[in-house]
C-alpha cells in the first residue's frame, strides 16, 4: 500500500511558477514509478509527467515539455513538479500516482492516486 498526498497547489499569474510535490508513504516508493496527471473542469483526467522509479526516465505530454519538469528524491519519498510559464490551459487538478507497470502515460497503470492539489492560473 501506498498514500500519497499532494501539496503545492494555489493561484498564479500567467507566466510564473508553481512547484507541486507529492508526498509518499511506505518503505517501497523507490520500487514505484510515479507519474503526475490533471483534471480541467469538464474534461477528461489526462497524463502530464512520469519518472521512472530511478529518476533516469522521464516522459511529458506535449502540451507540458520544455514547461514542466519531473523529479524524484527517493530518500526522502517525495516527487515533485515544476511548473513553469503557466498558462491558462494548465488550469486543472493535479494528481500524482504510483505504480510498477512502467513510467507510462496511461492511467490504468498506475495503482495508487492521491486526492490531488488543485492549480489557478490567472491571465
Known sequence: QVQLVESGGGLVQAGGSLRLSCAASGRTFSSYHMGWFRQA????????????WSGVVTDYAD????RFGISRDNA?????LQM????????AVYY????RNGATVAAAAYDYWGQGTRVT???
Request: hydrophobic content about 35%.
Open 96 to 99: 500524482c500516482a504510483a505504480g
Open 76 to 80: 526522502k519519498n517525495t516527487v515533485s
Open 41 to 52: 473542469p469538464g474534461k477528461e483526467r489526462e497524463f502530464v509527467a512520469a519518472i521512472n
Open 63 to 66: 502540451s507540458v515539455k520544455g
Open 84 to 91: 513553469n510559464r503557466l498558462k491558462p490551459a494548465d488550469v
Open 121 to 123: 492560473v490567472s491571465s
